[in-house]
Nanobody, 130 residues
Framework: QVQLVESGGGSVQAGGSLRLSCTPS????????MGWFRQVPGKKREWVAH????????TYADSVKGRFAISQDKPKNTLYLQMNSLKPEDTAMYYC???????????????????????WGQGTQVTVSS
């Protein structure tokens, strides 16, 4: 399994921005599904965004669409989550996830929730105050 390290979390006021980073232990420039998830204590983990590294396809949860952007810097082998117009309800622990996805159908399976990710980072806390 690939090891993932997140960074970039912190505290910000509502309306502010943060950029999260996720650095994998191996090259994920192609044939990988990657995603950002978040979880609040006592609540179910929620997916935020998915990314397919073979064609840079993106999928966003309705709650963050238009405010968050997932991207990958391939030379740096780093996945990002740019978060703008942050709201207090975005407060959560954010996790990066990854899985080998040699086929586009694998990406659709991850987006559809029929296939879970096998590699997870340790998480980075985001706190948005009103």
């Amino acid at each position: 399994q690939v090891q993932l390290v997140e960074s970039g979390g912190g505290s910000v006021q509502a309306g502010g921005s943060l950029r999260l980073s996720c650095t994998p232990s191996e090259d994920t420039a192609r044939d990988y599904c990657m995603g950002w998830f978040r979880q609040v204590p006592g609540k179910k983990r929620e997916w935020v965004a998915h990314f397919y590294t073979s064609d840079d396809a993106t999928t966003y949860a309705d709650s963050v669409k238009g405010r968050f952007a997932i991207s990958q810097d391939k030379p740096k082998n780093t996945l990002y989550l740019q978060m703008n117009s942050l709201k207090p309800e975005d407060t959560a622990m954010y996790y990066c996830a990854a899985d080998p996805c040699p086929y586009a159908s694998d990406y659709r399976a991850h987006v559809g929730g029929t296939h879970d990710y096998n590699s997870w980072g340790q998480g980075t806390q985001v706190t948005v105050s009103s």
